[in-house]
Structure formats: structure tokens, C-alpha cells
């Protein structure tokens, strides 16, 4: 741990050894050497490589890794972040810390709403602490909140969810990131802590954990090519339901830039005297137009798999598919206006058949 003012700012970021996570440090911490970053984790099943996601930052000068349950621990949180802030100095945290699959939300639904709200709140509360012991830092302090469009429930073929669109979660995993959105709200009006939230379509990529639809897919076909006979797939790609549900996908180096540009116009808000105080806490939609229904996700990903392993042969999409049983309920459709932070700059660059391609191609190194 750092104890000198060597370093600019002192960045906390919370679940950084997931995937989302783990990319956000390897950009943040290359970006700004000028600052330190720590990261918090309780390392769960979806950071179990925790040591291959971290391993572009790990042994960096500006990187601390501390392996932590914020839910459990919350006395040696509040150490960190309060108590030791003369050494630690922490004034930026980044919350992605949570358990972020809905299949298994719906087993577990107490654990995840215990979990994830209580990840964030947490944070709030020691953040209020600090203030509280050192208002000056009103001037500097940071807390973004990492969030979902899964808050804003299905949205109907036309419909796009704006930043002050009701919530209506619609999941276990989905309730507990729209009860901790309200929170962090909470304490920007009781507390006048300067929070920002991000609200993001699905995100893909590297080190996804292999649960989700896409790192599935691509798994199950490496496991077809490892069969000694590839008559019959043997373990099959899974769809839910009947494949119709349609998602958003975003490439996490586009919601990184999102990421980058939102927290830059935070730093810059709390530190401007003059700019008015915004009439509620900040949030941003990060949103993609690269729409699909899981079955037409999959079948593209096979498409593209068997065209860079098979270029000459042809293959029948359905014979690696099999329809299971759908979720308890799975959304229809998610959908984000995404116009506030196009507004101050901001596009996705990556189109999905790129991400894809490159996410095959990966996997083949
Ligand atoms: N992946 C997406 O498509 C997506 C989209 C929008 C928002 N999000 C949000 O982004 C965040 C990160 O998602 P991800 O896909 O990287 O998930 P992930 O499951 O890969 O990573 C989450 C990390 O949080 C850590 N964590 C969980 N509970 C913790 C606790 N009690 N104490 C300390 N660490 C804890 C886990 O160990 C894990 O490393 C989540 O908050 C998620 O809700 C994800
Ligand atoms: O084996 C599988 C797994 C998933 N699905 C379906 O594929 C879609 C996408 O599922 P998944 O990849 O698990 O992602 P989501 O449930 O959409 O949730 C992701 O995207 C959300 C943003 O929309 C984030 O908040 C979550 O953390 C992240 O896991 C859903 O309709 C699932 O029912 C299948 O058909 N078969």
C-alpha cells in the first residue's frame, strides 16, 4: 500500500477482479499512472482466474490488490476507508462489485439482494463517514455506481428506457441492482454525496465467466472440436424458452470509453465551485443498437465459428442447439435512449459481427 502523496488521486475499485472489472482496471491504470488504484475483491466463482484477469496490473507501482468480502467485512472496510485515510486517501470509488447472474438469482434470491445492496451500501456509508471527518473532500470525492438496464424491466418493440423511466425489475438479480440504485440515490439527498450512476446494456468480451450466453456459446463449440467424432454435438448450446428474448449487447472496451468519460465529467463537477448542484443524482444510459434474439445470437456465433474452422464444409445450425427450459421470467427485451451520453461525446465503436470475430479469433490463439 502506498502511504506518500506520490500519486495524484487514490481510486477504490470494487469487484475489479471480475470481467468488467478487470478490464476497467487494465485501461485505468495504464490511462492514469499519475493515480493509484485498489482493488476489492471477495473473488467468487466468476473471478476464480482472478490471477489471470488481474495479470496485466498486478505488479504495477500505481496497483494494490486486497482480497475482501464487502458485504462480511464491513469493519475492515470502514478501517480502509476512513480510519486510514491519512495513509490510504482514497477519494474515487467504483462500485462493480456484485453477484451478476440472473439464472442464478432465482435460486438464491436472498443472498443476491443481501449481497449486492448491502456491496454498495457499504461503501455509501463509509464514504459518508469520511465526508462527515473531512468535508473539505466535498471538492474532490467520487462515487460511481455501476448498474444495469435490467432495472427498467422489459421494454415493448418501440420503447427505449430513458434515465427517468420508472423501475421495474422484473428478477431477483434485477430487484437488487434497482433497490441499490435507489439507495445510492438516497445518499446523494440525504447526504449530499456526489454519486453517478451507469446504467448499461449487456455487456461482452474476454473473461466473461462461461454462465453467460455468449462465452457459452463459443465454449460449447471448442468442446464440439475437441470430440473425436463430430457427427453429434454432445454437450449442446442451451436456449432458453424458445430463443425469441432479444438483448442489447456492448463491448466492454465501448462501455470502458463510457466509463472513462463519465467519470472524467464527475471529477470535473465536484471539483468546479461554480457548477450548480444537478436537481438529482447523475445517471447515464450506456447503451448499443446491436439488437438480437437469442436464438439469432447463437446461430451467428456458429456461423462465424464454423467459417474460420471449416471454411469448405456445411453445417446445420440446429443440430448444436437445444431448447431448455425457459427462466422463472426472462424479459422480452431490453432497450436503452442512450442520447444523454452521445450528447456529451460518446459512441460505441465496436460492432457486435466484429466483437464476435475477434472473440473467436481469441480463442483460437
Ligand atoms: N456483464 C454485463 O452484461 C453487465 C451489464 C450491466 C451491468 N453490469 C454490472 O457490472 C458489474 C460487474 O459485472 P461483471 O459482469 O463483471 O460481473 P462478474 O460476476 O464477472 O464480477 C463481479 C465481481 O464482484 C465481486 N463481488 C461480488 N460480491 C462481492 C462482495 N461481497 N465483496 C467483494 N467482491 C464481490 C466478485 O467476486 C466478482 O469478481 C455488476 O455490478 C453488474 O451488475 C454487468
Ligand atoms: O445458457 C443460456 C444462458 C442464457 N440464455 C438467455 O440469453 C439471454 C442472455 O442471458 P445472459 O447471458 O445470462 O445475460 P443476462 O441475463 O441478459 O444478464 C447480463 O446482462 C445484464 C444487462 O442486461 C447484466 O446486468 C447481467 O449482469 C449480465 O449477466 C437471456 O435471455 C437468457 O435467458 C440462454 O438462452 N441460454
Given at each position: 500500500?502506498?502511504?506518500?502523496?506520490?500519486?495524484?488521486?487514490?481510486?477504490?475499485?470494487?469487484?475489479?477482479?471480475?470481467?468488467?472489472?478487470?478490464?476497467?482496471?487494465?485501461?485505468?491504470?495504464?490511462?492514469?499512472?499519475?493515480?493509484?488504484?485498489?482493488?476489492?475483491?471477495?473473488?467468487?466463482?466468476?473471478?476464480?482466474?482472478?490471477?489471470?484477469?488481474?495479470?496485466?496490473?498486478?505488479?504495477?507501482?500505481?496497483?494494490?490488490?486486497?482480497?475482501?468480502?464487502?458485504?462480511?467485512?464491513?469493519?475492515?472496510?470502514?478501517?480502509?476507508?476512513?480510519?486510514?485515510?491519512?495513509?490510504?486517501?482514497?477519494?474515487?470509488?467504483?462500485?462493480?462489485?456484485?453477484?451478476?447472474?440472473?439464472?442464478?438469482?432465482?435460486?438464491?434470491?436472498?443472498?443476491?439482494?443481501?449481497?449486492?445492496?448491502?456491496?454498495?451500501?457499504?461503501?455509501?456509508?463509509?464514504?459518508?463517514?469520511?465526508?462527515?471527518?473531512?468535508?473539505?473532500?466535498?471538492?474532490?470525492?467520487?462515487?460511481?455506481?455501476?448498474?444495469?438496464d435490467e432495472v427498467y424491466g422489459e421494454q415493448g418493440v418501440h420503447e427505449n428506457a430513458k434515465e427517468n423511466s420508472a423501475l421495474r425489475p422484473t428478477n431477483p438479480y434485477a430487484a437488487s441492482k434497482a433497490a441499490t440504485d435507489l439507495i445510492v440515490q438516497s445518499y446523494y439527498y440525504s447526504y449530499n454525496l456526489p454519486v453517478v450512476m451507469i446504467r448499461a446494456n449487456n455487456i461482452y468480451g474476454p473473461r466473461q465467466h462461461?454462465?453467460?450466453?455468449?462465452?457459452?456459446?463459443?465454449?460449447?463449440?471448442?468442446?464440439?472440436?475437441?470430440?473425436?467424432?463430430?457427427?453429434?454435438?454432445?454437450?449442446?448450446?442451451?436456449?432458453?424458452?424458445?430463443?425469441?428474448?432479444?438483448?442489447?449487447?456492448?463491448?466492454?472496451?465501448?462501455?470502458?470509453?463510457?466509463?472513462?468519460?463519465?467519470?472524467?465529467?464527475?471529477?470535473?463537477?465536484?471539483?468546479?465551485?461554480?457548477?450548480?448542484?444537478?436537481?438529482?443524482?447523475?445517471?447515464?444510459?450506456?447503451?448499443?443498437?446491436?439488437?438480437?434474439?437469442?436464438?439469432?445470437?447463437?446461430?451467428?456465433?456458429?456461423?462465424?465459428?464454423?467459417?474460420?474452422?471449416?471454411?469448405?464444409?456445411?453445417?446445420?445450425?440446429?443440430?448444436?442447439?437445444?431448447?431448455?427450459?425457459?427462466?422463472?421470467?426472462?424479459?422480452?427485451?431490453?432497450?436503452?435512449?442512450?442520447?444523454?451520453?452521445?450528447?456529451?461525446?460518446?459512441?460505441?465503436?465496436?460492432?457486435?459481427?466484429?466483437?464476435?470475430?475477434?472473440?473467436?479469433?481469441?480463442?483460437?490463439?
Amino acid at each position: 500500500m502506498t502511504t506518500s502523496d506520490e500519486y495524484e488521486q487514490h481510486v477504490l475499485v470494487t469487484g475489479g477482479a471480475g470481467f468488467i472489472g478487470s478490464h476497467c482496471l487494465d485501461f485505468l491504470v495504464s490511462k492514469y499512472p499519475q493515480y493509484h488504484f485498489t482493488c476489492m475483491d471477495s473473488l467468487n466463482y466468476a473471478s476464480e482466474n482472478s490471477k489471470k484477469h488481474l495479470q496485466n496490473v498486478l505488479g504495477k507501482p500505481n496497483f494494490t490488490f486486497i482480497k475482501i468480502d464487502l458485504v462480511t467485512e464491513y469493519s475492515a472496510l470502514e478501517k480502509f476507508i476512513v480510519d486510514d485515510f491519512p495513509n490510504t486517501q482514497i477519494t474515487h470509488i467504483i462500485n462493480f462489485a456484485a453477484e451478476s447472474c440472473v439464472d442464478r438469482s432465482f435460486q438464491n434470491p436472498i443472498f443476491f439482494v443481501k449481497n449486492n445492496i448491502l456491496c454498495a451500501q457499504h461503501l455509501l456509508e463509509c464514504s459518508r463517514l469520511l465526508l462527515d471527518r473531512y468535508p473539505h473532500l466535498h471538492r474532490e470525492f467520487t462515487f460511481l455506481h455501476i448498474s444495469t438496464d435490467e432495472v427498467y424491466g422489459e421494454q415493448g418493440v418501440h420503447e427505449n428506457a430513458k434515465e427517468n423511466s420508472a423501475l421495474r425489475p422484473t428478477n431477483p438479480y434485477a430487484a437488487s441492482k434497482a433497490a441499490t440504485d435507489l439507495i445510492v440515490q438516497s445518499y446523494y439527498y440525504s447526504y449530499n454525496l456526489p454519486v453517478v450512476m451507469i446504467r448499461a446494456n449487456n455487456i461482452y468480451g474476454p473473461r466473461q465467466h462461461n454462465e453467460k450466453l455468449v462465452p457459452m456459446t463459443i465454449n460449447k463449440l471448442h468442446l464440439f472440436l475437441q470430440q473425436k467424432n463430430h457427427d453429434v454435438m454432445l454437450d449442446k448450446i442451451t436456449i432458453h424458452g424458445d430463443g425469441s428474448q432479444k438483448r442489447k449487447y456492448l463491448h466492454v472496451y465501448d462501455f470502458l470509453t463510457a466509463l472513462d468519460l463519465v467519470w472524467k465529467k464527475q471529477r470535473k463537477n465536484v471539483s468546479a465551485s461554480s457548477t450548480p448542484r444537478p436537481a438529482g443524482p447523475q445517471v447515464f444510459n450506456v447503451g448499443s443498437d446491436d439488437e438480437l434474439d437469442n436464438y439469432s445470437l447463437v446461430k451467428h456465433i456458429c456461423n462465424c465459428f464454423f467459417k474460420k474452422k471449416f471454411p469448405s464444409r456445411k453445417f446445420d445450425d440446429s443440430q448444436f442447439m437445444v431448447f431448455v427450459k425457459n427462466r422463472n421470467y426472462n424479459d422480452a427485451r431490453y432497450s436503452l435512449n442512450y442520447d444523454k451520453i452521445k450528447q456529451i461525446g460518446w459512441m460505441p465503436q465496436i460492432s457486435l459481427d466484429q466483437g464476435i470475430n475477434e472473440l473467436i479469433n481469441d480463442t483460437f490463439e
